[in-house]
């Protein structure tokens, strides 16, 4: 019998005005019915692409070249407009990346549900709109007869991406394509979303495929994978193969980039230099080769076919890494050969930064004549914590829980509503003036959106030099030399001076941040996600960088990140916050095995592992429901309207933080997965919170 | 949303306000004195006298402004003596034709602007997109009253089909009674209008087109006649209805050049006549007037974006 | 009696009805319907076209088959007035006509005119110190059709009568009241007196005024609806569009033949010229600028232009005078404008023939006087038909030049300069410009390109001219008399038109303009000789005085002269309109209009 | 001052060096930097690039030519073509197209081929001068009230949108019935309405780039906000503010063209495009045809707005699409 889908040398090519891009290469899957498919591969490799070919839904100028498309037997690459809108909705459904922005607006989501009802079936709009509500039902939106009606932009990032899965599912499609459908949202949704898509496919039985970045996603979910790299497959396998055995470079590359693993040894991460190529004029040859570190000039001349050792791995390489997977017979390849790094700091320097009670509440004003507050969001509440010098402190939290808000009141970008931010000893947050800005330059900040932070109309060289300038440090000269040497630290050509931040790859926009950082030779550097928007290749050069530098500079940082991974990666401590407030912290290593408190604990139950048989061991793990507003924040623990555990005190009375180790390990909760250490001298309720 | 209503009126008083002080200001830069203006060649000084003692023009103009104010707040925009009527009688005579004008002119050109900016949008960068860009850009350059003239000169004297000036009448029926009088001041008032929401619309069109939305619509197989009339219009149409409350001054000025190309016997000609005689009470009364129906308008579209952009609805 | 494309159309046979549709003057509208005004609602479209339709005025001015400027005693409801005692008094009789509500025209209705003007002289637009009704020292009605009035002192009888009685407007009892519905007669005005201050008339004026403030209600008003005239006010909007329909009950002839007059509004020429093009119009007139050229010695154009459209051409004469006002009081300039040679040489180097010519096409006639020199009348002093027209100071740049040489002035960088100020006069200094400032109105495009011919060719003397347009209405805005050389005489030349002898006033006597402290003297001219011969033609009956200050004032150059656009329109009329022509003195006769099949 | 020691020479330090370690080190720009600017040696300008877009467009090249003909013929062309346009010439009103007036007389005599220069030399004199002053007001009054926000920006707004809710024409009637119409005035008057619209939007882009990361990053490295606007939200916003003063230069030759037609434009003998064209159209219906007073400057008119519109959508392109890779 013929598999479900069956794409086979397919081609398709993006007509731009002066050039093309090919962005997919010749790809060729197959994928039976009830079967799980994951398409993995870097930024632009061509993962959307092949999706959208399957459903001719390509961006304009976008068309297929070659190859065929079938579906069911049916060849559906070749339909003509009519017929395949037919296939679309009806035989095929797909969800996005981002729910926001693929759900209408001005329309109720129960109309966009049952309009997809209307187009492949002969109902009327009231059976249309049953069917809708049924649907929604379907995928665990509560009370869904009464949010038929309501509009997009009232329902939660997690429900809409719940609204888009039941619009896909409205027609009982034989294939759901999800591409990326979790990247927007956070792990704790994450998770509840990819559990959904699971049970729905169980119940169903339709075939999915599952494009992501995430290697851990697609772990527990997907029952093959493919690894795609410059618009075509690298490596295509079952996914306990592939995880236990890569064989392509790519494939090994990108698991050894993965935070996950070095976390324990905290080795340099592997990271894959360069970027992936520009598909407009794609390399002769393996399209690998410039980043392989294996790769040897027939790599660069000769192409490789996707063919396999055994049926069912294939992979396109001359020189495939891994073992050799026949009659046990296993040839080994040389490994990554990584220096080891030095350890982790040891604790123990002095205090550097200290935030003692820091409260932070943005006003909610109405009125545009005369401004009335009429409320508050509580995004910070008495959070204390210090940091000791060459230390880093990782704040993890799921989005909304008040991590920026702190990283930017350390920095001065915001004033706290109340507590103190000591540095050094001195308090910053009363200072002003010259003090001020002789104190600014002992803290800076790295911003997430390495786009959105750099001046686009500024040269490289100018965006460095501007800190000096304020501050009026050296003779022109000098700072051209600084900047070149600054340029040098983080691994910049020195030709960069002259380029627009456009001009850079993500990668080297964020290590140009990490530089305007450094150019002031700050003690504390504060880190607001600086990795969250990058490949993990990417990250893992940026990762390494910081590092580097932090050993080499004696740097000190306060680390933000929703990715417990990298933050453990990272990170002496780890404090994790829950709408605005401290819950957990305590030694890097303490907090992720043995957290006290049950958010912690869904957390780093949630974060998906890129280990097929640590996810499948995940049983009804995670966080349950949505983060409350952080404007009317739930009475007494925080956290308790989603805790297991809770229980009529956790309404009443507000948890404090309790010692659970004499290493600092702290966490706010009345009913702690552990039992804390008796009260002694070493912490006390009122004083600032020592941390390792 | 009544929440919203009422900030937005609290707003508008201020910008009455605003209004008031600034129109009472514009209208004392004119030099001499309105009496002697009003009165004409013939008048003595000591008629002068009497009459600027009588309308109160010999009083401090902080208190010629306290008098409007307080005349305003009693429906008393004011008497015209050019005219020989009060303003509020003017305007009830003279709006309602304006409003026809403007409304039919509107509609016309959205009728026309909408399907064809849509039209444009689809079928970007190809001959029928060219042709109508040219179309719009011409509306936006040529004076109002050129082409306005220009009509005149073919459509009524050139070939007899439609009658060179505009139906002349005191009440909005007679003017109505007299439909092929309209065609022509419709025509030209909608031309720059067209090429105002044809415009906006193709690019609003286009934007829409590249949304998320529009992808998710196509992948449950919707045909693009439903993406577009279903799922991008409305989309559209929310900036339009903005830029509609916004353009409002400027359809008001619109009209003035129409009405006086074709002597329509609306408010922007009164208007017009009563520059030119300076007559102040009318140039008060309308300036406000306007003002007043500009912010109604503004609220209008602001309603009209909620009703069509539910974000807005719900906040 | 005009010639040529008038009366070729053929005459076809008079049939009773139909509705002429007649074009108003583009920017006029009739908007005032209550004879006894203020100065606001001053307009002579207003008196003449519209009031005298409905209320004939004590006396009409005008007629419908000649071009000449006098009163029409057999239009109007009192007979010539007869002067006694040695001037110093004058009877009135009535002929007995009917209001349309029955009450007869009578000596009363004068009275109650009067009675008004007494209470309400300061509001009356043609009031002014010592005129009517100062000049007057008692009137009484001697019975029901006769009304005596005696006077201050014997006054020409050809000025009281032209000049005053012709201001007079007999009412009717139906409006002496003081609220609507109220008994005729019961406002009081009529029997009114100076002992209670005259409150029961000032009662009534209130009232009036009140009424005829809502022009909306004026075609369905019961005051307004009581008329002795020919027509009957049937529509009425404020936009212009007026209809008139016969008064069935007038008591005068002719007797109107028209169904209806509807008289349409315009704001530009050209919007008005198109609906006649389009044959939206019976009567309209053609703006110059579509007129072929006029040769001199007709009054209408060789060709017709809208001879394919079917309208016969008409000449529309106006009498008056068009000027500029130079300022004698300004701090500026005034002591220049004071040498009379200096406004000889400015007289001189205006190209009145030319710019006739050139710009007005030939529909202009040159002004050199007070008086009116066309259409042809007994006021015109030989002075002013010297040179063409143009008077004793026509058009020579070299004369003007060599004036202004003779008296100590020389041009320096292009602009006259005085160098010997013993010779350039009183007031002007060594080094001193002639530069002067116009303050013109501007709308009509043949005016304001008359005043650029004339700074061209002042230029070429050295007088140099600078142009400043604001709209009529401004400029009088700017115009009051005001103290020698002081602040507020900031205005160099006033160039907003010119003056028309149409009422009140239909003898050109200078008190208006010329005389000291004049209302409309807005130059502050002043000269004890001219307020002498103004004087003296309000007092002597004969021509020659009138000709004597006309004289003087033509030599004297109180004001520039440039040309009167004369005939100022040419309007064009339905071939199937007939008995239509124009009154020079604006006065419009539709009851003797009549449409041919 | 605490500087940073410098990475030993020779040896590179551990991390960096691996990082950026490429296949080999010279091809390093090649494969690390994108975009078309990677292989070359130094990067095209913002100012390049933009123009490129720019020029991509053949209509916005093609307007540009217009405008640069305009200017040329209108301030160039009376160096050339010599016509009286000082004195009145009573004997060639409305003369005829003829060798000597390429295109015939006006009402005056005038030769319409130097009016049209002279015009034009108005037109265009008062079309950008009220442009650059409302920008400029706009630009200033907009940036204070979005940067200072709270109450003053409030008020500030206020007064726009009341500004903005008078019809603009009753503004421009009144002031120009009030004043003499010179070409100061003129510019003065169009100015005194058309800032209020670029002041909002100068204000709204204000306070979108006081929230960027970039102007924010100034603030971190202890940069006042005078820096910011000035290095920062200024420069960003100007492609906005030039893109509106393009619009404002057609926008405003049009609107001194209504005013004309008004018969409130620039005081003869002076003259611009708009009254031109209202004097001819007095002749529009004359039995004898008058063309030449009618079309010439209807099309100078038209024909510079709309290339004026087309340089306006272009450079908004050129602006917008500055950011994306092209
Ligand atoms: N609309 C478009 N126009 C032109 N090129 C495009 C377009 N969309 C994608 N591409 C190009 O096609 C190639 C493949 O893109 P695709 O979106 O499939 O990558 P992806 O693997 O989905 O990446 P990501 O993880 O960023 O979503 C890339 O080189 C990209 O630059
Ligand atoms: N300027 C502001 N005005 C009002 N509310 C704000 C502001 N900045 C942040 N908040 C609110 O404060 C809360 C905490 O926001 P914060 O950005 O610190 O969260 P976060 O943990 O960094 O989230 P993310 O992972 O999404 O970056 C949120 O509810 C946010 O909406
Ligand atoms: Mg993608
Ligand atoms: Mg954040």
Redesign the interface.
Same mark, same amino acid.
């Given at each position: 019998m013929a598999p479900l889908l069956e794409i086979s040398d397919l081609r398709t090519d993006i007509n731009l005005r002066r050039s093309v891009v090919h962005a997919v290469d010749g790809v060729t899957l197959h994928l039976e019915a009830g079967e799980t498919l994951g398409i993995v591969g870097e930024s632009g490799c061509g993962k959307t692409m092949t999706a959208l070919s399957v459903m001719n839904l390509l961006p304009a100028g976008g068309h297929i070249v070659g190859g065929q498309v079938r579906l069911a037997g049916q060849v559906i690459s070749e339909l003509d407009d009519e017929a395949m809108r037919r296939v679309r909705g009806n035989d095929i459904g797909m969800i996005f990346q981002d729910p926001l922005t693929s759900l209408n607006p001005t329309m109720t989501v129960g109309k966009q549900i049952a309009e997809a009802v209307q187009l492949h079936r002969e109902v009327s709009k009231e059976q249309a709109m049953d069917r809708a509500a049924e649907v929604l039902d379907l995928v665990g939106l509560p009370r869904s007869r009464e949010r038929i009606s309501e509009y997009p932009h009232q329902f939660s990032g997690g429900m809409r991406q719940r609204v888009m899965i039941a619009m896909a599912l409205a027609c009982e499609p034989k294939l759901l394509i999800a591409d990326e459908p979790t990247t927007a949202l956070d792990v704790t949704i994450q998770k509840q979303i990819l559990e959904l898509i699971d049970d729905l496919r169980r119940r169903l039985g339709m075939a999915v495929i599952l494009v992501t970045h995430d290697l851990g996603v697609i772990a527990g979910r997907a029952d093959r994978v493919a690894v795609m790299y410059a618009g075509k497959i690298a490596e295509t396998t079952d996914t306990s193969t592939l995880y236990a055995n890569p064989r392509h470079p790519y494939t090994e590359a990108l698991f050894h980039a993965l935070p996950d693993k070095a976390a324990e040894t905290r080795e340099r991460l592997y990271s894959i230099p360069g970027l992936p190529p520009d598909l407009t004029h794609p390399p002769s040859g393996c399209r690998f080769a410039a980043r392989c570190r294996y790769a040897a000039d027939r790599c660069r001349e000769e192409e490789p076919t996707l063919r396999g050792e055994t049926a069912g791995h294939e992979f396109a390489c001359f020189f495939p890494v891994g073992e050799r997977e026949r009659g046990g017979l296993v040839v080994s390849e040389p490994g990554p050969v990584e220096q080891a790094l030095p350890p982790a700091p040891a604790a123990g320097g002095a205090v550097l930064l200290a935030a003692e009670h820091l409260v932070k509440d943005f006003p909610v004003t109405r009125g545009a004549v005369l401004q009335r507050r009429v409320g508050a969001v509580s995004a910070v509440a008495n959070v204390s914590f210090e940091i000791r010098t060459g230390e880093t402190l990782g704040l993890v939290g799921e989005s909304g829980c008040g991590k920026t808000t702190i990283g930017r009141l350390i920095v001065g970008l915001e004033k706290p509503t109340g507590g103190a931010v000591r540095f050094d000893g001195k308090d910053l947050v009363g200072s002003r003036g010259r003090e001020y800005r002789r104190q600014r330059r002992s803290i800076q900040y790295m911003f997430q959106d390495s786009y959105a932070s750099l001046d686009p109309r500024m040269r490289a060289g100018a965006v460095l030099r501007e800190p000096l300038e304020v501050q009026h440090i050296g003779s022109r000269r000098d700072q051209d030399k600084r900047i070149a040497e600054m340029l040098g630290h983080v691994g910049l050509p020195s030709t960069a001076v002259d380029r627009f931040p456009h001009e850079f790859s993500g990668g080297q926009r964020q290590r140009l941040g990490f530089a305007r950082a450094l150019m002031l030779s700050p003690e504390l550097i504060v880190a607001d996600e600086p990795v969250s928007a990058l490949d993990v290749s990417i990250q893992a050069q940026v990762l390494n960088l910081m590092r580097d530098l932090q050993t080499e500079l004696g740097l000190t940082y306060l680390f933000i990140s929703h990715d417990l991974a990298v933050v453990r990666y990272l990170s002496n401590a780890i404090g994790v916050m829950y709408l605005g407030k401290l819950v957990e912290a305590g030694p890097a290593d303490e907090v992720y095995l043995t957290p006290a408190h049950p958010y912690t604990r869904g957390l780093i139950d949630s974060a998906p592992v890129a280990d097929p048989a640590a996810e499948h061991a995940k049983v009804e793990a995670g966080v349950r429901g949505e983060l409350p507003s952080a404007i009317h924040p739930p009475s007494g623990c925080r956290f308790r309207t989603r805790c297991p555990l809770a229980q009529e005190i956790c309404a009443e009375v507000e948890p404090v933080l309790r010692p659970f180790s004499v290493n600092g390990h702290q966490a706010a909760c009345h009913f702690p997965l552990q039992p804390p250490v008796a009260a002694d001298a070493t912490a006390t309720a009122s004083a600032p919170t020592p941390l390792p | 949303m009544t929440g919203y209503l009422i900030r937005r009126f609290g707003q508008a008083l201020i910008v009455l306000f605003f209004v008031t002080v600034i129109t009472l200001l514009l209208i004392h830069l004119f030099p001499g004195g309105p009496v002697r203006a009003m009165l004409g060649p013939r008048a003595t000084v000591a008629q002068v006298r009497i009459f600027n003692h009588l309308y109160g023009y010999d009083r401090p103009l902080y208190i010629q402004y306290l008098k409007w104010i307080d005349q305003l707040l009693h429906g008393n925009l004011g008497f015209s003596p050019k005219l020989n009527m009060s303003v509020a009688a003017l305007i009830a005579q003279d709006l309602p034709k304006t409003i026809v004008l403007v409304l039919l002119g509107t509609i016309v050109s959205l009728l026309f602007g909408i399907p064809l900016g849509m039209y444009q949008a689809v079928k970007r960068y190809t001959v029928g997109d060219y042709v109508l860009t040219g179309v719009s850009f011409l509306g936006y350059a040529t004076p109002t009253f050129f082409i306005a003239l220009l009509l005149v000169e073919w459509f009524a004297v050139d070939i007899h089909i439609f009658p060179p000036f505009a139906p002349q009448g005191s009440s909005v029926g007679q003017i109505l009674a007299q439909p092929q009088g309209l065609v022509l001041p419709v025509i030209a008032y909608s031309f720059v209008l067209y090429a105002l929401w044809s415009r906006y619309m193709r690019s609003s069109v286009m934007d829409n087109l590249v949304q998320d939305y529009v992808r998710t619509a196509r992948a449950k197989g919707a045909s693009e006649r439903r993406v577009l009339w279903g799922h991008v219009f409305r989309n559209s149409l929310i900036s339009i209805v903005t830029l509609l409350g916004l353009s409002l001054p400027s359809l008001v000025a619109g009209a003035i050049f129409i009405e006086v190309v074709f002597n329509y016997p609306g408010m922007g000609l009164a208007f017009f006549n009563a520059a030119e005689d300076v007559d102040f009470q009318v140039l008060l009364g309308f300036t406000v007037l306007a003002t007043v129906a500009t912010i109604l308008g503004n609220l209008l579209a602001d309603i009209g974006y909620a009703m069509l952009d539910p974000r807005v609805r719900y906040n | 009696a005009s010639s040529t494309p008038s009366s070729s159309a053929s005459s076809g046979t008079p049939v009773k009805g139909g509705t002429a549709t007649v074009a108003l003057a583009a920017g006029i509208t009739y908007n005032y319907i209550f004879p006894f005004y203020s100065i606001t609602n001053a307009s002579v479209y207003n008196d003449e076209q519209f009031q005298f339709l409905m209320y004939r005025p004590l006396y009409m001015f005008g007629n419908n088959t000649n071009t000449s400027v006098s009163v029409n005693y057999a239009l109007s409801p009192a007979d010539a007035p007869v002067y006694s005692n040695g001037g110093k008094t004058v009877t009135i009789t009535m002929k007995g006509w009917k209001w349309s509500n029955g009450e007869s025209v009578d000596a009363n209705d004068v009275v109650f005119f009067l009675n008004m003007t007494e209470a309400e002289k300061s509001i009356w637009y043609a009031y002014s110190a010592g005129l009517l009704p100062d000049n007057i020292v008692s009137y009484k009605a001697t019975g029901p059709d006769t009304l005596q009035i005696n006077l201050n002192q014997a006054y020409s009888s050809i000025w009281f009568t032209y000049n005053q009685l012709a201001e007079l407007n007999p009412m009717p009892m139906a409006w002496d009241v003081t609220s609507l519905g109220a008994a005729a007669g019961s406002g009081g005005c009529t029997t009114d007196t100076a002992a209670d201050g005259w409150a029961k008339c000032k009662a009534v004026y209130n009232f009036l005024t009140a009424q005829a403030q809502q022009a909306s209600t004026y075609a369905t008003s019961p005051l307004w609806s009581v008329v002795d005239g020919p027509w009957k006010l049937s529509s009425f909007n404020t936009n212009g569009n007026v209809t008139v329909v016969p008064n069935p009950s007038y008591s005068g002839s002719p007797k109107p033949q028209l169904d209806a007059v509807k008289f349409v509004p315009f704001t530009a020429d050209s919007a008005e010229y198109t609906a006649l093009k389009t044959k939206s119009l019976d009567v309209g007139y053609i703006p110059t600028q579509d007129l072929p050229q006029k040769p001199t010695s007709a009054s209408l154009p060789a060709t017709n232009p809208l001879a394919s459209e079917g309208y016969y051409l008409e000449p529309f004469w106006s009498y008056g005078i068009q000027y500029a006002q130079p300022n004698f009081n300004n701090p500026q300039v005034g002591y220049l404008i004071r040498q009379l040679y200096i406004r000889q040489a400015l007289q001189m180097s205006v190209d009145q023939l030319g710019i006739i010519k050139a710009i007005w096409r030939g529909y202009a006639t040159p002004v050199s006087g007070p008086a009116p020199t066309t259409p042809p009348n007994q006021w015109t002093p030989a002075i002013q038909n010297e040179n063409s027209g143009q008077g004793p100071y026509p058009f020579n740049l070299t004369k003007a030049k060599a004036l202004l040489t003779s008296h100590g002035w020389s041009e320096v960088g292009g602009v006259m300069t005085c160098e010997d100020p013993s010779k350039c006069g009183t007031g002007i200094t060594k080094g001193q410009q002639l530069k002067l400032t116009y303050l013109y109105s501007t709308g009509v495009a043949a005016a304001t390109a008359t005043w650029q011919a004339i700074k061209s060719d002042a230029g070429q003397i050295g007088i140099d001219i600078n142009l400043v347009g604001e709209s009529f209405n401004t400029i009088i805005g700017e115009s009051a008399p005001c103290a020698p050389m002081g602040p507020s005489c900031n205005v160099q030349v006033f160039a907003y038109g010119g003056w028309s002898y149409d009422g009140p006033g239909f003898e050109p006597t200078g008190e208006p303009l010329f005389a000291t402290g004049a209302g409309s003297n807005s130059g502050n001219y002043t000269n004890a000789e001219m307020d002498k011969l103004i004087n003296e033609t309000h007092t002597s009956s004969s021509l020659a005085v009138y000709h004597q200050f006309a004289t003087y004032t033509a030599e004297q150059l109180p004001f520039i002269w440039v040309p009167q656009p004369n005939p100022f329109q040419i309007q064009a009329v339905a071939n199937n309109l007939k008995g239509v022509t124009f009154s020079p003195l604006f006065t419009l006769l539709p009851e003797y209009w009549y449409f041919t099949s | 001052?605490?500087?940073?020691?410098?990475?030993q020479s020779g040896s590179a330090?551990? @991390?960096? @060096?691996?990082?950026?370690?490429?296949?080999a080190a010279g091809t390093?720009?090649a494969?690390?930097?994108? @975009?078309p600017?990677?292989s070359e040696?130094?990067?095209r300008s913002?100012l390049q690039r933009g123009w490129e877009v720019f020029a991509e467009n053949r209509l916005a090249l093609a307007s540009l030519g217009v405008v640069v003909f305009m200017v040329l013929f209108s301030f160039v062309g009376p160096l050339i073509y010599h016509t009286n346009q000082?004195?009145?010439n009573?004997?060639e009103?409305l003369c005829h197209p003829s060798g000597a007036h390429l295109l015939g007389c006006d009402?005056?005599?005038y030769d319409v081929v130097g009016r049209l220069m002279i015009g034009g030399q108005t037109s265009l004199e008062v079309g950008v001068a009220a442009a650059v002053v409302a920008v400029l007001f706009g630009t200033i009054y907009g940036a204070v009230a979005g940067f200072v926000g709270?109450f003053i920006d409030?008020l500030l707004m206020?007064?726009v949108?009341?500004?903005?809710?008078?019809?603009?024409?009753?503004?421009i009637?009144?002031?120009s019935?009030?004043?003499?119409?010179t070409r100061l005035i003129m510019i003065f008057i169009i100015a005194s309405f058309y800032w209020l619209g670029v002041s909002r939007l100068v204000r709204g882009e204000t306070l979108t780039l006081r929230t960027?990361?970039?102007v924010?990053?100034?603030?971190?490295?202890?940069?006042r906000s005078h820096?910011a606007i000035l290095?920062?939200i200024v420069?960003?916003a100007i492609g906005t503010i030039i893109v509106q003063a393009t619009f404002a230069v057609?926008d405003s030759i049009?609107i001194l063209? @209504?005013l004309g037609?008004?018969?409130l434009g620039v005081?003869?003998?002076a003259t611009d495009w708009?009254s031109m064209?209202?004097?001819g159209?007095?002749?529009?219906?004359?039995?004898?045809s008058y063309w030449w007073l009618i079309y010439p400057a209807?099309i100078a008119?038209?024909?510079?707005?709309?290339a004026f519109?087309?340089i306006g959508d272009a450079l908004r392109d050129a602006f917008e699409t500055?950011?994306?890779?092209r």
């Open positions: - | - | - | 001052m605490a500087m940073i020691p410098p990475p330090p551990t @991390g960096v @060096g691996s990082v950026v370690a490429e296949p390093l720009t494969v690390e930097l994108e @975009g600017g990677g040696a130094k990067p913002l000082v004195n009145t009573l004997d009103v009402n005056l005599g709270g409030s206020r007064v949108d009341a500004g903005l809710s008078i019809p603009y024409i009753t503004v009637i009144i002031l019935v009030a004043f003499h119409p960027r990361e970039y924010q990053a100034v603030k971190v490295v202890g940069g820096r290095r920062h420069p960003n057609a049009l063209s @209504g037609f008004l018969g005081q003869a003998p708009g064209l209202s004097g159209l007095q002749y529009l219906q004359s039995t004898q209807g008119i038209i024909l510079t707005c709309i519109n087309f500055r950011l994306q890779r």
